[in-house]
């Protein structure tokens, strides 16, 4: 039997009274059944996602996409709609600053057929990066001023320019808006480097040396508006020296960041996981051993030579 699959619509903007019952009277009076909503308001910001069986519509995709986009412009809240042959795509925006190991890995991983899905553009908050994604031939764009501060208008106009389903965090040392995480929630994968929940927030490498570990890791997770404490994905652990320093620490994390973040988004872009309660769970109809991703050939030696955040990120700035 095919899997039903659903047209996607999202909903963001200030929260006022009656957002809900317009957009689904506009839905009802087209023939469209709402098969799942899902709506949140945080910090006086709306967000509303849902999942809906069009195929017994009244009206084109066209007329539809432009019909909410209208009541949207009305109500002062933007609208996505993905229509469900748009998920073929997939789509990635990828997200850096100035370290190039993950960016690296997810290239090479696309092109060699590793990984599912088009890295669709990289948007950084530097410009240290735009020789590597020019070399993939992928578009790059520089959102930061002077001290990497980005535009996030921008950064939507661009992510929905290039009809993006997820974003990739490659080390990006910004924290995302609530707007922008609200926009895609369960859709932009972040890759820290600690064992979370331990060592959230700045330095972790340092905050584990302090505590006087002795086995470190790096996570994958979803992003969420509370830094650092979405639904994990996939874990890396290595052994910490009795003389490590941060820097011992990155050099070893580094090529298990780029290892722990191709899988997650593995996993997300094959459907293999779902998040309920707050945490991941791999879907019952999922061989385990099917969805481990082969590690690319060079992500061994995929520590870069080119420039670190070390000295740039301001603090407290993380990668959410």
Same mark, same amino acid.
């Given at each position: 039997m095919?899997?039903?699959?659903?047209?996607?619509?999202? =909903?963001?903007?200030?929260?006022?009274t009656?957002?809900i019952?317009?957009?689904?009277?506009?839905l009802f009076?087209?023939?469209?059944?709402?098969?799942?909503?899902?709506q949140?308001?945080?910090?006086?910001?709306?967000?509303?996602?849902m999942?809906?069986?069009?195929?017994?519509?009244?009206?084109?995709?066209t007329t539809?996409?432009?019909?909410?986009?209208?009541?949207?412009?009305?109500?002062g809240?933007?609208v996505q709609?993905?229509?469900?042959?748009?998920?073929?795509?997939?789509? =990635?925006?990828v997200?850096?600053?100035?370290?190039?190991h993950c960016?690296?890995?997810l290239?090479?991983a696309v092109?060699?057929?590793a990984l599912?899905g088009? =890295?669709?553009?990289?948007?950084g908050n530097?410009a240290?990066l735009e020789?590597?994604a020019?070399?993939?031939?992928?578009?790059?764009?520089?959102?930061g001023d002077?001290n990497g501060t980005?535009?996030e208008?921008e950064?939507?106009?661009?992510?929905?320019?290039y009809n993006v389903e997820?974003?990739?965090l490659?080390r990006?040392?910004?924290?995302?808006?609530p707007?922008v995480?609200?926009?895609y929630?369960?859709?932009?994968?972040?890759?820290h480097?600690?064992?979370?929940p331990?060592?959230?927030?700045?330095?972790?490498?340092r905050?584990?040396?302090?505590?006087?570990v002795?086995?470190a890791?790096v996570t994958?997770h979803?992003?969420?508006t509370?830094l650092?404490?979405?639904? =994990?994905?996939?874990?890396r652990?290595?052994?910490?020296?009795?003389?490590?320093?941060?820097?011992?620490?990155?050099?070893?994390?580094?090529p298990l960041?780029?290892?722990?973040l191709l899988?997650?988004?593995?996993?997300?872009?094959?459907?293999?996981?779902?998040?309920?309660?707050?945490t991941?769970?791999?879907?019952?109809?999922?061989?385990?051993?099917?969805?481990?991703?082969?590690?690319?050939?060079?992500?061994?030696?995929?520590i870069?030579?080119?420039?670190t955040?070390?000295t740039?990120?301001?603090?407290?700035?993380?990668?959410?």
């Amino acid at each position: 039997m095919t899997k039903q699959r659903y047209t996607e619509i999202t =909903i963001v903007g200030e929260d006022d009274t009656g957002l809900i019952a317009n957009f689904t009277n506009l839905l009802f009076e087209r023939n469209i059944n709402i098969e799942d909503l899902d709506q949140a308001v945080q910090d006086g910001l709306f967000r509303m996602t849902m999942h809906v069986d069009a195929t017994e519509m009244v009206c084109r995709e066209t007329t539809l996409r432009e019909d909410l986009q209208e009541l949207g412009e009305e109500l002062g809240v933007s609208v996505q709609i993905r229509f469900p042959d748009e998920d073929d795509s997939r789509n =990635i925006g990828v997200l850096v600053t100035k370290e190039s190991h993950c960016l690296e890995a997810l290239i090479e991983a696309v092109e060699s057929g590793a990984l599912e899905g088009t =890295i669709a553009c990289v948007v950084g908050n530097h410009a240290d990066l735009e020789p590597i994604a020019e070399q993939a031939d992928i578009p790059f764009y520089d959102i930061g001023d002077e001290n990497g501060t980005p535009d996030e208008t921008e950064l939507l106009e661009r992510l929905d320019a290039y009809n993006v389903e997820l974003i990739v965090l490659a080390r990006y040392m910004r924290i995302l808006s609530p707007e922008v995480v609200f926009r895609y929630e369960r859709r932009i994968i972040n890759i820290h480097p600690s064992m979370l929940p331990s060592f959230a927030g700045a330095e972790p490498y340092r905050q584990a040396i302090d505590a006087g570990v002795r086995v470190a890791g790096v996570t994958a997770h979803y992003a969420t508006t509370d830094l650092d404490q979405g639904p =994990i994905i996939t874990q890396r652990v290595f052994d910490v020296p009795d003389d490590a320093t941060p820097e011992t620490l990155r050099r070893r994390g580094q090529p298990l960041e780029a290892e722990a973040l191709l899988e997650a988004v593995h996993l997300h872009l094959s459907d293999s996981i779902y998040v309920h309660n707050g945490t991941t769970h791999l879907r019952e109809d999922v061989d385990e051993a099917a969805v481990q991703l082969g590690t690319p050939t060079q992500l061994e030696a995929a520590i870069p030579d080119g420039p670190t955040d070390d000295t740039d990120v301001p603090l407290g700035a993380q990668s959410e």
